[in-house]
Each structure stands twice: as structure tokens, then as C-alpha cells.
């Protein structure tokens, strides 16, 4: 089964009904079986490991809350409670988001679409750096993105060794005193916010170099 995959818990059926077709419309997620109580919910989890839980607070064995403080797993809290305690509870117990009953499935999909970047910019092999880190968290609440204010030092040397020139990974390598895949990395990262343009250079022989410059 591909695609992320994502568990309704509530106790009303058509409720849970609604929001399972929400998940199924959106592009690249799969909907389990909604789970009308914490014991169903539980079960499921342990048969399917969902990639996200959408729980309700009040279930007719539990506090949905403190069953998303026990998952391994990310988690939406959808309620009509809308008392402030409630929803600090809520984030402290690691839910992502907090969506007060009743509301438009479109609302729902917004975030859904959302949590599917949050889960991609967070998926790198790589190890991340604080831009990473700050992306992902503008994105899960629907922020701009933006350059984080505190960069790594490489990367302020990679565009300090930039400057006003073009250079290529090697080349930036060699100025900053570090090996090319590092600077390559750092490069390709930068390059990917907008930080720096990437063009091309061919030569007489072999394949064209990637050329880097400072400025989105």
C-alpha cells in the first residue's frame, strides 16, 4: 500500500466518514477504515501503521489527546472543543495541527497537503541543517517559507567564497578549504531555496560544469 497512509479515529460514523473521503481525494493518500474508539484505534495502528492519525478528543474508552501522546506516529487533533487548556494539551501531547469541529473538508485538505511537504522536506538522507529544520515547521503551519536567520557557518562560507563571482563546487571546495562533495551539498541546498542561481558551462570535452552565483 502506497502513499501516506492516514487513520480517522471518531465515534461518529458519518463524521469519520467525511473526513476519510477528505483523505482519499487528496493525491498520494491512502485512507484506512475509520476507528469509532481507542481500542479499534489501537488495533489499527498496530495492523496498518498509519503515517498520520486524525483523532477526536472525546471517544467513548479514552481521551483521543492522550492516545496521540502514545503514538509513534504523527497526529491531527479534530475537535469542537475550543477551550484554550484543550488545545494546549493537544500540542503538548506532539499533535501537528488542531481543527475545531465542524469545518470545511477543503480545510482539511489544505492541511493535509501541507503535512505531505512537512513530510518531504524531512525525509532527506542527508543530515539536516536549521533552514531544513525551520522549513519544515513554516510549512506544517502554513507560514512563508523563508531563509532562516541563522546559517550554518559552511554555508556563510560557501556564499562568502561566492561573493560577486561565479564558481563551481570544486572551485568553492578549494577557497573554503573543504572537500568538493561538501561544498556540492551546501551548493545544492542553497540553490534549492533560491540562495544561489545554478547555470551551465560547456566545454570543448566531457560534460558541462554546474556553475554557481550568489543571488536568487
Excluded: C
Aim: aromatic share 6%.
Amino acid at each position: 500500500m502506497s502513499g501516506i497512509r492516514v487513520l480517522v479515529v471518531d465515534d461518529d460514523f458519518r463524521v469519520a466518514g467525511l473526513h476519510r473521503d477528505a483523505v482519499a481525494a487528496r493525491a498520494g493518500f491512502v485512507a484506512l477504515e475509520p476507528a469509532r474508539t481507542i481500542g479499534e484505534a489501537r488495533a489499527a495502528v498496530a495492523a496498518h501503521a498509519p503515517d498520520l492519525v486524525l483523532a477526536d478528543v472525546y471517544l467513548p474508552d479514552g481521551d483521543g489527546i492522550e492516545f496521540v501522546r502514545s503514538l509513534d506516529a504523527d497526529a491531527f487533533v479534530l475537535s469542537a472543543a475550543t477551550d484554550a487548556a484543550t488545545v494546549r494539551r493537544a500540542f503538548s501531547a506532539g499533535a501537528l495541527a488542531y481543527l475545531v469541529k465542524p469545518f470545511d473538508t477543503r480545510v482539511l485538505a489544505e492541511r493535509l497537503d501541507r503535512f505531505a511537504r512537512y513530510r518531504n522536506l524531512l525525509a532527506a538522507g542527508r543530515p539536516l541543517s536549521q533552514d531544513d529544520v525551520d522549513r519544515a515547521a513554516s510549512v506544517m503551519r502554513g507560514e512563508r517559507e523563508g531563509p532562516s536567520l541563522a546559517r550554518s557557518t559552511t554555508e556563510q562560507s560557501v556564499l562568502a567564497a561566492l561573493g560577486t563571482d561565479e564558481a563551481s563546487a570544486a572551485e568553492v571546495a578549494e577557497r573554503i578549504g573543504v572537500s568538493r562533495a561538501t561544498a556540492q551539498r551546501h551548493l545544492t541546498t542553497l540553490a534549492e531555496r533560491g540562495v544561489v542561481q545554478v547555470g551551465l558551462r560547456y566545454g570543448s570535452t566531457g560534460r558541462p560544469e554546474h556553475r554557481f552565483r550568489a543571488g536568487g
